[in-house]
């Protein structure tokens, strides 16, 4: 299978510490992208790192890229209650037509 | 996201009936998706369309077709539901012109098949 692996699977922090959640994948790739879905409803997307890049931004979001290690790791900091979703790694991969989603992870953020 | 809707959103039917999930988007976007989730398996892709007269099988097709009436409209179809197609159902869009294929998603359909 082509498909990204989160890890871990679930993790549990208090509000106000860092949540970080990785991705592994198998193949080379264009980008790599990261969702959120909280319970029951569509997915948002939060970021996407190109292949040439190292790391990205965006607001209290941080991820960073390692082709090397095909992996990804997403840094939610100062979390808060409302960050907890599931959250889902998906995979451009080159020489296919579409997205390949990971399994996805769930963070619970206890007030 | 407001501008992919699905209907209806939630639905419960029997064994052998044929049912049928709709999903419009105003985004203007080309590409549009099918996908089911089921617990611990994550999403997985039903069908795709790039443009109307284009359609794709994804990796769990059978049992499943669709149509592409427009390019703001792409329908899936239960021809013969059966139990194991109890899901969350959603539909995405997304538009290559920016170079990458961020999808933008409905907000999903709950299908309980008795």
């Known amino acids: 299978s082509q498909q990204g692996e989160e890890d871990p699977q679930a993790l549990s922090i208090q509000e106000g510490e860092n949540a970080t959640m990785n991705c592994s994948y198998k193949?080379?790739?264009?980008?790599l992208q990261w969702y959120r879905q909280n319970s029951g409803r569509g997915l948002v997307h939060l970021i996407l790192?190109?292949?040439?890049?190292r790391e990205k931004h965006s607001g209290r979001l941080r991820v960073t890229l390692d082709t090397s290690k095909k992996s990804s790791s997403l840094l939610i900091t100062a979390s808060r209650a409302a960050d907890t979703a599931s959250y889902f790694c998906a995979t451009d991969n080159r020489g296919s037509e579409k997205l390949v989603f990971g399994k996805g992870m769930k963070l619970t953020v206890n007030p | 996201d407001a501008d992919v809707t699905q209907t209806p959103r939630n639905r419960i039917t029997k064994t052998g009936k044929r049912i049928m999930l709709e999903c419009s988007q105003t985004k203007g976007h080309d590409r549009m998706y099918w996908y089911r989730q089921d617990p611990g398996l994550g999403l997985r892709l039903i069908y795709y369309?790039?443009?109307?007269?284009?359609?794709n099988k994804g990796e769990i097709s059978d049992g499943y077709s669709v149509s592409r009436q427009a390019q703001a409209k792409f329908s899936l179809s239960l021809e013969s539901a059966i139990p194991n197609q109890t899901a969350l159902y959603f539909c995405?869009?997304?538009?290559?012109?920016?170079?990458?294929?961020?999808?933008?998603f409905g907000p999903g359909t709950r299908l309980t098949v008795l």
């Open positions: 995405a869009t997304s538009d290559l012109h920016l170079g990458t294929d961020t999808q933008y």
């Open positions: 790192i190109r292949s040439n890049e």
């Open positions: 369309s790039f443009d109307v007269k284009d359609i």
């Open positions: 193949t080379s790739i264009n980008n």
